[in-house]
């Protein structure tokens, strides 16, 4: 299954109501403990990308399921305290990784 966004999109959760920029993508659900148990409560797709993703004015990364994120509109950038530990810019639409992944 092929994932529908990509590491330094910013992307708008959609139950949350906030913006943030991918981090890393897992193919599948790969969390634990509270998150798993949220997850089959919500009765998320745990077969579908999950996504590492750095919330815009928040301390904190979440694990997010791709059945709950949309491309952010907005053009805005992100503001999060870790974000030049893994973007080196931001061009407008998306930031620009520090590595590529493997």
């Not at 590491?7 to 969390?31: A, C, E, K, S, T």
């Amino acid at each position: 299954m092929f994932a529908k966004f990509s590491l330094g999109q910013v992307v708008y959760h959609r139950d949350m109501n906030y913006r943030g920029v991918i981090i890393d993508v897992d193919p599948m659900f790969l969390g634990d403990g509270e998150t798993a148990l949220r997850a089959v409560r919500e009765d998320e797709p745990l077969e579908r990308p999950w996504y590492h993703v750095l919330g815009d004015g928040k301390e904190h990364v979440t694990y997010v399921s791709e059945n709950s994120l949309s491309a952010d509109q907005s053009g805005e950038p992100v503001v999060h305290p870790s974000l030049m530990l893994f973007f080196k810019t931001y061009e407008g639409d998306h930031y620009v990784p520090r590595r590529v992944a493997n």
